[in-house]
């Protein structure tokens, strides 16, 4: 069964350097998405993607907080001058249609900041 | 802003036991999602419950939804250990948002 596919599963950065997390949504799916995971609490929604740019993005997306396609392939999130509190598990989805489909989650990177 | 509360948030439960997961939200959204998540690991889609009225079960799991109420029911028949995990409802929120849950932490002791 396809599957996305997220790396690298744990990056350990230091405070104020620059991440990429990577995922490889699902082939044939148009929709994607980045959520994020505080320890222990709810999932958060952070940005979702189609046709090439921003559909939505959430008051957590700001400056920092970027995406991207750089192929047909891959879907990345960049977080610049990371902080502390983006300690966090970090999923990316990807759906076939917008609404009325699940989403398909890959199982995540978790980004820790020293 | 948009709210998903979850209730209850934390839920221990004897093995053969029938439960309910309460899930109320605040917008007029008529998509209402499941996912269920092991510790650890990633989200796994449950239920997608598209419409007033809508019921799905999948072996001891079934959910409903009544939009007029804003409240999605997970109910569990005759718990099993193997149902032990954190469940999330989720919602479209307006635009192309998705609002999760507080989550709840099942617990099925034997």
């Known amino acids: 069964e396809p599957e996305v596919t997220q790396t690298p599963s744990h990056q350990v950065t230091q405070m104020g350097q620059e991440v990429i997390l990577r995922c490889v949504p699902i082939?044939?799916?148009?929709?994607f998405y980045w959520y994020r995971q505080i320890l222990g609490q709810k999932v958060e929604f952070l940005v979702s993607?189609?046709?090439?740019?921003?559909?939505?993005k959430s008051e957590i997306f700001d400056d920092q907080f970027s995406v991207e396609r750089p192929d047909g392939s891959n879907f990345t999130l960049k977080i610049r001058s990371t902080k502390l509190e983006d300690s966090a598990m970090y999923f990316c989805?990807?759906?076939?249609?917008?609404?009325?489909?699940?989403?398909?989650f890959g199982d995540g990177t978790r980004l820790s900041i020293l | 802003e948009l709210k998903v509360e979850q209730n209850p948030l934390f839920l221990s439960m004897q093995e053969g036991k029938n439960y309910t997961i309460y899930c109320n939200y605040s917008t007029t959204s008529d998509r209402l999602y499941w996912y269920r998540q092991d510790p650890g690991k990633s989200l796994e889609s449950l239920f997608v419950?598209?419409?007033?009225?809508a019921v799905k079960q999948e072996g001891r799991l079934m959910a409903s939804l009544d939009t007029k109420a804003r409240l999605s029911t997970l109910h569990i028949t005759a718990a099993v250990h193997d149902l032990s995990a954190t469940y999330f409802c989720a919602v479209d929120g307006d635009g192309n948002q998705f609002y999760f849950g507080t989550g709840t932490s099942l617990t099925v002791i034997p």
């Open positions: 419950l598209l419409s007033n009225g």
């Open positions: 082939s044939n799916h148009l929709y």
């Open positions: 989805a990807s759906s076939d249609f917008w609404g009325g489909q699940p989403q398909h």
């Open positions: 993607f189609y046709n090439n740019e921003i559909s939505e």
